[in-house]
């Protein structure tokens, strides 16, 4: 598990074809590894990998072929820069929220604007995904813990202040920039509580549930 608040910005240095899979060697910068050990868990853009190799100056994963087929990690090319953030501990502050490493779907950035000081994000994601995003509920954006500002339809926006543009891959993203997105764990789970059915058969579902239960006055 990861809490969304990335710790350093890495660097790929090498990608290896392996059999259909890929083994990324990545530059981790500034990230902390003093304490790492062989087999830990650490999220690159949001996607929970293995370390199989410690180097003096990051780590070795395996990428399997599902993983380069479902989220952003397949467009990796050496330099490409990377969101970097250890696993949890029980002694860990939890300053995002509840995140497992496992993406959901991609997400694309539609529009990028000026908003303040801030910068003002605006993405689609796939349709069977735009259920589970509420206003002012909780994203992941490649890694990123972050609070939806407003949906609409398939759409989301999202700012992002000084602080998290200095410190993660936002900076890069442009128009068409694919993203690794991870829903809220708890809306995933409410939704299967209450219906008791697959989360893939929708919205109407959940609504349906929670008018039942009391939660929504119809």
């Known amino acids: ?7 350093a910005i890495g660097q790929v240095a090498k990608l290896e074809q392996k059999g259909g899979d890929v083994r990324l060697t990545l530059d981790t910068g500034d990230l902390e ?9 650490i999220a690159v853009n949001g996607v929970c990998l293995t370390a199989v190799e410690l180097t003096d100056h990051g780590f070795v ?3 399997s072929a599902e993983t380069l087929d479902k989220t952003s990690l397949g467009s990796l090319k050496p330099g490409s820069a990377v969101n970097l953030e250890k696993a949890l501990t029980l002694n860990t502050a939890l300053g995002g929220h509840l995140v497992s490493g496992h993406v959901d779907g991609l997400g694309t950035v539609l ?3 000026n908003d303040g000081r801030s910068y003002r994000y605006e993405f689609s994601v796939p349709q069977e995904l735009a259920h589970y995003i509420a206003q002012k509920g909780s994203i992941t954006i490649d890694g990123t813990s972050l609070t939806v500002n407003h ?7 999202v ?7 200095d410190n993660t891959i936002f900076q890069h993203y442009e128009i068409n ?4 997105i991870e829903v809220d764990i708890i809306a995933r789970y409410l939704e299967r509580l209450l219906t008791g ?5 929708g919205e109407n579902n959940l609504v349906k549930a929670l008018t039942e239960s009391g939660f929504i006055k119809s």
């Open 1 to 7: 598990m990861f809490t969304g608040i990335i710790q």
């Open 33 to 41: 590894l003093e304490t790492a050990e062989l087999g830990d868990s």
């Open 61 to 63: 994963a395996d990428v």
């Open 111 to 113: 529009s990028q604007r």
């Open 151 to 157: 949906v609409e339809d398939n759409r989301f926006d």
């Open 159 to 165: 700012n992002i202040v000084p602080h998290t543009w």
């Open 177 to 180: 920039t694919q993203v690794n």
């Open 197 to 201: 059915q697959s989360p893939m058969q």
